[in-house]
């Protein structure tokens, strides 16, 4: 029987220099001191995140847990000022926030932190900080390397959701406090919006691995971390490579689980959802209670091996089956290597030269980034078209099944016709009736082909050789399906496209593909998560349905525009009563022949209100470029009262040089 708890909307933890963070918790209506879980994120804990909150913390609190839920300095009611993501003020804040929680009489000076995303990044960064009363961490869709593997960029190119996340951090960071926890809300809410971070623009500044990416970067020392980590993820999502580096990495109890599941928590996602409570309560409850749950012994990584299915941009289940590793690196995974042949993979070595070109609008069956962040609408699609215009290379319709877990490697030897250019490699399973799923994909920035760190223009003509590690993946190929190696020297609207159309040689005789091949003579069980069991849910009163379309189309001129649109609703919360509605709409714009014509544009709006108080958040961006610089463009619009007199007006523009993007 669920323990009864108190919630407690609104407390406020101290901080050293004064400031105070606000924080939601739900408390268990017990005698005794109990361990704590933290969720530390900026996305508003009295409407943003509230929603899912019911579902979780709600659940864990009846378990015998004291949930905290705490927004970041300078967000939601927390006091202060926002300055960037995972900055020193966030992480240094977060140690005053488990040490505050420690001391507290309900806490039994154990804390784990759980967090998707932001809070499953600050949870494995604040765990590197090694602080006395974190032990364990529950990390969500997270990153290893913030340069590597995050939003921003990926193999070295630009990804457009640099532009598209700072667009909804400037959304997000308009948003007021709420009166009746800040009186001083209106004051503190001009003041937020004139200061707001440039995101968008500081972020593209920091181009290659340097310090801004490096802190924060747990990968610069695994034995850092000493609280026991549960690492998950979906393979829709864009987070995929986290959970089995710090299965294979970490020094201490680290356990990775990858299902079929988006951007969301496994048991809220809308791709076959499962029993995320379960795998939380097992291993907070070894690390936090010292209950024998069993998840030390858990196989190391335990995934949702797939299989081909007619791949579509809407939600629909997965074809597959659940497999497990009980060590990783693994004994049944072995290197298997193919070349690239002048017009197929074949297996032993060729030679001869093979041309990369394509239009700078081949990617539209790629979705969205981080699917799970939309309504819908989001997924890849058939790879077909896009396979049309690369260069593929495949292999016979196979005789036998082929699996693959791991990350591929792709090997070139390559030459180029401009100094800078990109090389996107896509995995794709094709089946006998000619449908293209992608497995894996991954961009390089040919001028980082030897270093993230120190890039180098490229010559044309002069021989190069670089190497692709595509992101994890786990598929079953199944007898008569394909192989397919797509090489593309774009992929619109993913990467943000080099500043010239390039034409990528690729040398034969030094360009191997290789495969981490599973082979397994008797699968252990894969103590793979259930289906979710019943748990509570938000009962706000919705005034308007969430809904979202996308629309792709093409101008007079060729250019190939992608406009969506994502009402996320509109509802009153049933505990203080707030009304909030928000919808974004995104424009994508590029011309076949020109790279240099791509351009990106995002419109947010928020509005919330209770009683009398009304207020109205206008965010718009612009980011657009030519050969030698990136522009970026965003204003806010603030409004208040019924008659939307306004409050705010204020424009911010930037031109960063390219670099080597």
């Not at 933290?38 to 943003?48: S, V, W």
């Not at 406009?563 to 009563?577: E, L, M, N, R, S």
Request: aromatic share 10%; glycine share 8%; hydrophobic share 40%.
């Amino acid at each position: 029987m669920p323990l009864a708890y108190d919630l407690i909307e609104t407390t406020w933890i101290p901080l050293p220099d004064g400031r105070r963070l606000a924080a939601r918790m739900w408390l268990p209506q017990v005698e005794r001191a109990v361990p704590a879980i933290l969720e530390y994120l900026p996305y508003r804990k009295g409407d943003g995140t509230a929603p899912r909150d019911e579902t979780t913390h709600t659940v864990f609190a009846g378990e015998g847990y004291a949930c905290i839920r705490v927004d970041i300095a300078g967000t939601g009611d927390s006091e202060g000022v926002f300055d960037d993501e995972y900055s020193e003020q966030e992480l240094s804040d977060g140690e005053a926030v488990l040490a505050w929680i420690a001391a507290q009489d309900w806490c039994d000076g154990s804390i784990g932190m759980i967090g998707i995303s932001w809070g499953g990044f600050n949870g494995l960064q604040l765990a590197y900080r090694q602080p006395e009363a974190l032990k364990a961490v529950v990390s969500v869709a997270s990153t290893t390397d913030r340069y590597a593997d995050d939003i921003h960029y990926m193999g070295g190119c630009l990804l457009s959701d640099n532009a598209n996340w700072g667009s909804q951090m400037f959304a997000y960071q308009s948003r007021p406090s709420d009166p009746e926890n800040r009186p001083n809300w209106r004051q503190d809410w001009i003041k937020r919006m004139e200061e707001m971070p440039f995101m968008a623009a500081d972020w593209l500044r920091h181009q290659t691995r340097d310090e801004q990416w490096k802190h924060g970067s747990v990968c610069e020392d695994w034995s850092a971390i000493r609280a026991p980590v549960l690492a998950i993820t979906g393979w829709a999502d864009a987070y995929v490579n986290a959970p089995p580096q710090l299965a294979a990495n970490l020094k201490v109890p680290a356990k990775a689980l990858i299902g079929p599941w988006e951007h969301r928590y496994a048991h809220i996602a809308k791709l076959d959802p499962a029993d995320f409570h379960g795998e939380v309560l097992g291993w907070f409850g070894k690390w936090l209670k010292g209950e024998d749950t069993g998840a030390e012994a858990l196989p190391d990584y335990r995934t949702f091996m797939q299989e081909h299915f007619n791949p579509s941009l809407q939600n629909k289940p997965r074809q597959g089956r659940w497999v497990a590793e009980a060590n990783w690196p693994s004994p049944n995974v072995q290197d298997r290597v193919m070349y690239l042949g002048p017009e197929a993979l074949e297996d032993a070595p060729t030679s001869g030269q093979r041309s990369v070109s394509n239009p700078a609008t081949l990617g539209q069956a790629s979705g969205y980034f981080c699917a799970g962040m939309r309504f819908d609408n989001e997924l890849p699609g058939d790879q077909a078209a896009d396979d049309a215009l690369a260069s593929c290379f495949d292999t016979a319709p196979l005789a036998q099944p082929l699996e693959i877990l791991g990350r591929a490697r792709l090997r070139v030897a390559f030459s180029v016709d401009r100094p800078v250019a990109q090389l996107v490699a896509r995995l794709c399973d094709v089946s006998p009736e000619g449908v293209s799923q992608r497995i894996s994909f991954r961009p390089l920035n040919l001028t980082h082909r030897d270093s993230h760190e120190t890039p180098e223009l490229l010559v044309p003509g002069q021989r190069y050789e670089a190497e692709i590690a595509l992101n994890e993946c786990a598929h079953h190929l199944r007898v008569g399906h394909q192989l397919r190696l797509a090489l593309s020297t774009s992929y619109w609207p993913i990467v943000w496209p080099a500043p010239e159309a390039a034409e990528v040689t690729l040398h034969l005789e030094g360009c191997s593909l290789t495969l981490p091949e599973r082979r397994v003579a008797q699968e252990i069980a894969p103590q793979n998560p259930g289906a979710p069991h019943p748990y509570p849910t938000l009962q706000s009163e919705q005034l308007r349905a969430p809904s979202g379309r996308s629309e792709t189309r093409t101008l007079p001129d060729g250019t190939l525009v992608l406009d969506t649109f994502d009402d996320y609703g509109k509802a009153v919360d049933p505990y203080h009563g707030m009304t909030v509605g928000s919808h974004v709409s995104m424009h994508y714009a590029i011309h076949p022949d020109d790279p240099a014509s791509a351009s990106f544009a995002s419109d947010w709006q928020f509005t919330f209100q209770r009683g009398d108080w009304q207020v109205q958040i206008d965010t718009e961006n612009k980011v657009t470029c030519d050969a030698r610089e990136f522009h970026l463009w965003r204003r806010v619009t603030a409004r208040e009262g019924a008659a939307g007199a306004e409050v705010l007006v204020k424009e911010w523009s930037e031109s960063i040089p390219r670099g080597f993007l």
